[in-house]
């Protein structure tokens, strides 16, 4: 589950932010941290930024999590498996006006749902390890390091 819920989202905010400092563009993680991941309200959102940013070189990153409401499903564990069709269904909810609404009810053959977990699976596994990387680049050669080495 940790790979739908919270860590994608960070990491996809972090590699945009990455990825500006990489054409020379200053932008800071916290102007990003509360765009929504799609559009909202007229906003336009960080997919669709990134995707313009890289010219939709970046539309890999979201493969696997088209579909939000399976993600939801399996963040909020709405899943269940029925042994009889030998699928796995999802379901998602909204709250509206003092009680919950289903608006997503899906079932996936086992292939279809391994596919998924493979795509998030690899998308955040990717992300983790430029995420660790970026930090240790950043904890060896800071300039904060190099001042903190010093004796005064």
């Known amino acids: 589950m940790a790979h739908v819920e919270g860590v994608f989202d960070e990491a996809v905010r972090s590699l945009y932010v990455l990825y500006n400092a990489s054409l020379g563009l200053r932008l800071e993680l916290t102007d990003v941290w509360n765009l929504p991941m799609r559009r ?9 930024r990134f995707e313009k940013l890289t010219r939709g070189g970046s539309r890999v990153l979201f493969m696997g999590l088209e579909n939000y409401h399976l993600r939801n499903a399996i963040a909020h564990a709405r899943l269940e498996y029925n042994e009889e069709k030998m699928k796995m269904r999802f379901r998602d909810f909204k709250f509206e006006k003092g009680k919950f609404v289903e608006i ?26 430029l995420l660790l990387i970026t930090a240790g680049y950043e904890m060896a050669f800071s300039d904060s ?8």
Request: glycine residues 14%.
């Open 40 to 48: 909202s309200k007229g906003e336009e959102g960080l997919r669709h």
């Open 104 to 129: 997503y009810d899906r079932m996936l053959s086992g292939e279809e749902f391994s596919r998924y977990c493979e795509l998030v699976e690899g998308v955040s596994t990717v992300l983790m390890g």
């Open 145 to 152: 390091r190099s001042k903190l080495g010093k004796r005064n």
